[in-house]
């Protein structure tokens, strides 16, 4: 059955300010921990095309892992570098959280890449296997990967059955110190280099920004970053699991989506690059009773006047951030 359901990571010394204390351990503890701590409150939520979200539980997004996990077990070795290609999705978080709980170490391609970057980023870390899914304009990078790889290449659509099939065989416990994410460099100066990552190196990451700007239990995370930027991987996605928030899965920027969600969900963290708010803040329909406490921008030069619009069309403070 694997290892038993464990407190969340034990805290550490109290950061400087009366933050809340740093926390110890594994990726793998965290997830478990919150998953006993939260349970039902919702962990993901998933937007519908008719309107509306569809959340997915703290208990349901571990348990999924968990059953993914078991099946990554079944056919590699921990340490195992698994690959995933693919825009934002349910199933590449919880194929990222998979990997925590399987000991094994995740990377993701940037949907961009063309296939001489792809095949370098394989030759780089040479994947045991990996997922592909939907890229720029629906296109299916499936077919694109198999035809590069020399490793067993997945639908990124069958993690759902995988997720939701009861799966056996035990699962290690890898400590805060294990190996877990390759996140690759824009590549700007050259060829993309893959940075390793140990697990609680990510949680800290993770804890590190809604630490500073006073995040909860209660947030809930509007941003569209890809899941290939650390922006995505770990700010976002670790940002709202640190303090058992939610966030909702965008499979890509889009403005009326964006900006349909900020009425129905009220969130109250958002972020993106620059050009993505000058573009929602030129929307006609922008509410004007926003709940957005805090705008986190980064990944291009942030010019005063946009942080001033933001500031004056939502209320929210700005964060300019840079995640190396």
């Excluded at 204390?21 to 998933?46: C, D, H, K, N, T």
């Excluded at 959340?55 to 348990?63: G, K, L, N, R």
Aim: hydrophobic share 40%.
């Amino acid at each position: 059955k694997g290892p038993p359901a464990a407190a969340p990571p034990a805290p550490g010394p109290r950061a400087a300010g009366g933050e809340p204390p740093i926390p110890r351990g594994s990726l793998a503890a965290m997830l478990r921990g919150q998953a006993v701590r939260f349970g039902e409150r919702p962990a993901m939520l998933v937007p519908q095309e008719g309107g509306g979200v569809s959340p997915i539980s703290y208990a349901e997004m571990v348990a999924r892992a968990e059953n993914v996990a078991r099946w990554l077990a079944d056919r590699c070795e921990p340490g195992s570098r698994i690959a995933i290609w693919s825009r934002n999705a349910v199933e590449s978080v919880i194929v990222q959280h998979a990997c925590a709980l399987a000991g094994m170490v995740v990377a993701h391609f940037n949907t961009g890449w063309t296939d001489a970057e792809v095949r370098h980023a394989c030759d780089l870390i040479e994947p045991s296997l990996g997922f592909a899914g939907l890229g720029f304009r629906d296109a299916d990078l499936a077919e694109r990967l198999e035809a590069i790889a020399q490793f067993p290449v997945f639908a990124l659509s069958n993690v759902a059955a995988i997720a939701e099939t009861p799966q056996t065989g035990d699962l290690p416990d890898p400590g805060p110190d294990a190996p877990y994410l390759i996140q690759f460099t824009s590549g700007t100066t050259g060829k993309s280099k893959g940075a390793l990552l140990t697990q609680h190196c990510v949680i800290y990451g993770g804890w590190l920004r809604p630490a500073v700007y006073g995040g909860n239990e209660h947030d809930v995370w509007l941003n569209a970053v890809p899941y290939h930027h650390i922006g995505g991987s770990i700010a976002i996605v670790g940002g709202a699991l640190a303090p058992g928030s939610a966030f909702t899965v965008l499979e890509r920027y889009d403005r009326d989506q964006t900006v349909r969600l900020m009425r129905e969900l009220r969130p109250t963290r958002m972020g993106g690059v620059p050009t993505m708010w000058h573009d929602i803040l030129s929307a006609p329909d922008l509410p004007a009773d926003s709940t957005v406490r805090v705008v986190t921008l980064g990944g291009a030069t942030v010019p005063p006047t946009i942080v001033r619009a933001v500031q004056d069309k939502t209320g929210a403070a700005c964060a300019i951030g840079y995640g190396q």
